[in-house]
């Protein structure tokens, strides 16, 4: 029995990160290959690339081994070619990871001002898909909010009755 221990990391409100601790549930140890190779995840079909979506950054994780053969290549790594270059699949993953992720036409951004804004983004997360929450360290109590999939009549309605401070910044596109 191979010791596996699966916890949740918050990232922000309402994201999370499935880390794995030990073998990954899916690894036959015995065969050295994928339980699931024809349906991998995203995220395994996308590794060694790591998207930080809270951040927004692309990485090259250092745990494979690889990269760590080849760690002067991936430092020479200075546009989206290079990328795609060393990492043709890889990076057709992340493609879709980022489609499903930001699929939505339009970003409504909200400036929130209030104490806790948790209620909120509850009601809020009933009919629209928030994309982002960002809470100042600037400003106390200021949180600014992407959300997409609804309206700014729905998301002004939801505020108004938290009795929250909040500006709403029509239609960001993309």
């Given amino acids: 029995h191979l010791y596996v221990k699966l916890e ?12 794995i601790k030990g073998y ?18 995203l995220a395994c079909r996308m590794f060694p690339l790591l998207l930080d979506i809270s951040g927004n ?3 090259v994780s250092s745990l494979c081994s ?16 290079d990328i795609v270059e060393l990492f043709p699949g890889e990076y057709e993953a992340l493609r879709e990871l980022i489609k499903i992720l930001y699929s939505s036409e339009s970003v409504l951004a909200v400036a929130v001002r209030s104490n806790s804004i948790k209620k909120q983004l509850d009601m809020l997360r009933e009919k629209c898909i928030v994309v982002k929450v960002v809470k100042s360290n600037a400003v106390e109590n200021l949180y600014l909010i ?7 009549s729905f998301i002004e309605k939801i ?4 009795n929250v401070e909040f500006v709403i910044e029509e239609k960001i596109t993309r």
């Avoid at 949740?8 to 409100?13: H, K, Y």
């Avoid at 505020?159 to 938290?162: A, D, K, T, Y």
């Fill in 8 to 19: 949740f990391i918050q990232l922000e409100s309402g994201l999370y990160r499935w880390v």
């Fill in 146 to 152: 992407l959300l997409t999939e609804c309206s700014s």
């Fill in 57 to 59: 950054r692309l990485m």
């Fill in 159 to 162: 505020l108004l009755s938290g």
């Fill in 24 to 41: 990954c549930p899916f690894y036959d140890y015995f065969t050295r290959s994928c339980r699931i190779h024809s349906e991998k995840p």
């Fill in 66 to 81: 690889w990269v760590k053969k080849c760690s002067q290549v991936i430092i020479s790594i200075s546009s989206e070619k």
